[in-house]
């Protein structure tokens, strides 16, 4: 054995998506315990181009968070025209399309804030984008879904004898699109982070949809940022200090930026931002960490959560002054980011840092694509090929012309939960086992990059079952 390498092996744990604190401790066990590694070492090996768990998971929840206030309306129909991309990437994985559960929920947590027991004082006209007392809770809705399908979310699994069970009629894809249809009157004041935790902790009205061993992807859709509330005086519009009840108070108490947004006053003052990320210290909006903490601790092994979102961009940040809807003085407000013209006209979505910022902790499981286009072909494929590629993929996610363009290029490993093994080429170790090698198989890896390789592995007898093989490649891009 060579010597080991700790740079290679803090780099494999941060695949793992294991938090700073975790990959420190882990490395210091690989460390311990001498894994093999080899001299030619180098950080630049860090993208993940194929994954083979020793134990395929074949169960997948996927859990679709959707905003529903006013204008979403048109987005709920683009997502769901495209939800068949979804299908078509997971019937690629091993075995074919994976167990499923499929449930929705919206952003509308009424006036409910994290740091109270009692909601905080309703606002607006409901249906018309006011808040009240809890909205939907995190509860899986049916909407139109209701008579197409049995219970509240989608059941779609393997039968033993054959074929598949299901607890709806007619098609996925069009159960889907009803399921999907959430309206446009909910709470403005959207909590897209507070939803998916009330939808995923323990709530009695969801029962049967999150399964312990499954794999858990979380998607959301929004046209503008996290408003997850720690105090509700974020709902009181006589609130000392917190500017007019508008969704601007989000930005100012739940986004910090390092150029012109400092505090909170700075944040309120007219101009552009820079290096904008969700705010970790503030009283009145949650920050972002505990949500991400929440997800992976669902699972013993947090390479089993994945995150997408169809939202808006992480920046432009402008902060301008703007006549509220119902006159009066102008007072701050957040520019729209971006803008399209849609079936009914223009549309616009506000940057959404907060939401960035969670999606980039879940290194190689996140996922983001833009929500501005008439046409979301591209954002759901981008978020359908990282589940396809999350569930375990032979497949070489990666332009590599043969085999000793990926000898040259990659490294291959099994990581177990104490260490971490380089596999050898088996070209250039000659009897020995395990060692890796690539073959083409253009039906399972047909939505690969080109040449369409797969990895396969020779073994003398089958790895723990804890072992993860992974390929990592010099960023090719």
């Given amino acids: 054995m060579r010597v080991m390498r700790v740079i290679r092996v803090m780099r494999v744990m941060r695949e793992g998506l294991a938090t700073t604190a975790a990959a420190m401790a882990v490395t210091a066990l690989v460390t311990a315990t001498g894994a093999c590694r080899s001299e030619g070492s180098s950080p630049e090996y860090v993208p993940l181009v194929a994954e083979l768990p020793a134990t395929p998971n074949r169960d997948l929840d996927l859990l679709f968070v959707i905003d529903d206030s006013t204008g979403l309306i048109e987005a709920q129909q683009r997502l769901a025209a495209s939800f068949p991309i979804v299908l078509e990437r997971l019937g690629a994985v091993p075995g074919g399309l994976p167990n499923l559960h499929i449930g929705v929920i919206t952003t509308d947590m009424g006036t409910k804030a994290s740091q109270s027991s009692v909601p905080g004082p309703p606002t607006g006209q409901l249906g018309q984008g006011g808040c009240s007392g809890t909205g939907k809770a995190g509860n899986l809705q049916v909407n139109q879904a209701g008579t197409d399908l049995s219970g509240t979310f989608v059941r779609d699994v393997e039968n033993p004898l054959g074929g598949r069970m299901v607890n709806y009629t007619g098609s996925l894809p ?183 910022a969670l999606v980039s902790h879940f290194t190689n499981r996140g996922e983001l694509a833009t929500i501005c286009g008439a046409d979301y072909t591209d954002s759901v494929t981008r978020i359908a090929e990282l589940l396809r590629r999350s569930m375990g993929s032979a497949c070489v996610e990666a332009s590599l012309a043969d085999m000793s363009t990926a000898q040259r290029d990659c490294v291959v490993e099994d990581v177990a939960p104490t260490r971490v093994d380089e596999i050898a080429p088996c070209d250039e170790a000659v009897g020995a086992r395990p060692c890796w090698r690539l073959e083409a198989d253009p039906k399972a890896c047909r939505f690969s990059p080109a040449p369409q390789l797969a990895l396969r592995i020779d073994r003398d007898a089958p790895p723990d079952p804890a072992v993860i093989t992974r390929m990592h490649c010099r960023d090719l891009r």
């Fill in 174 to 356: 069009t159960v889907f699109g009803k399921l999907i249809s959430a309206g446009g009157g909910g709470c403005g004041f959207e909590q897209p982070l507070a939803a998916m935790r009330a939808a995923l902790e323990d709530n009695p009205a969801n029962t049967g949809f999150l399964r312990e061993e499954a794999m858990l992807g979380v998607v959301f859709l929004a046209d503008e940022d996290d408003c997850s509330a720690a105090s509700t005086r974020l709902f009181d519009a006589n609130a000392v200090g917190l500017g007019p009840l508008q969704s601007f108070r989000c930005t100012q108490f739940g986004v910090t930026c390092s150029g012109g947004g400092e505090t909170t006053d700075a944040m309120a003052e007219a101009g552009a931002k820079s290096g904008c990320t969700a705010s970790e210290s503030g009283e009145i909006i949650d920050g972002v960490l505990p949500y991400r903490d929440f997800l992976l601790g669902l699972k013993q092994e947090p390479r089993r959560v994945i995150v997408g979102g169809i939202v808006g961009p992480a920046e432009p940040v402008e902060v301008e002054l703007r006549a509220a809807p119902g006159g009066g003085a102008p007072a701050p407000a957040l520019a729209h980011a971006c803008s399209f013209t849609g079936a009914t006209g223009l549309q616009v979505a506000d940057p959404a840092p907060r939401l960035h």
